[in-house]
């Protein structure tokens, strides 16, 4: 899965909209729509941040990512 793939499903697991997942961010909506169109893609710390808020709210992120690692980049 890629990363837009994985903000919006992740998103709307948490039943969040884009601006409740960019408040608890603490970014801007509009980034977030850029994440799940594909336009932007955060720096690695901000990708931490989100992929740390994920795990927190109980996500199993290993299984949004898949097998192959689409997600963070290392």
Avoid: Y
Avoid at 28 to 37: C, D, G, L, Q
Avoid at 62 to 74: D, F, H, P, Q, Y
């Amino acid at each position: 899965m890629n990363f837009p793939d994985i903000v919006k499903t992740a998103r709307e697991k948490m039943g969040l909209s884009q601006e409740e997942l960019a408040r608890a961010l603490n970014i801007s909506f509009a980034t977030i729509n850029r994440w799940e169109n594909g336009k932007t893609h955060p720096n690695k710390l901000t990708e931490t941040v989100f992929f740390d808020f994920c795990v927190k709210q109980g996500l199993d992120m290993e299984s949004l990512i898949g097998k192959e690692g689409g997600g963070r980049s290392e």
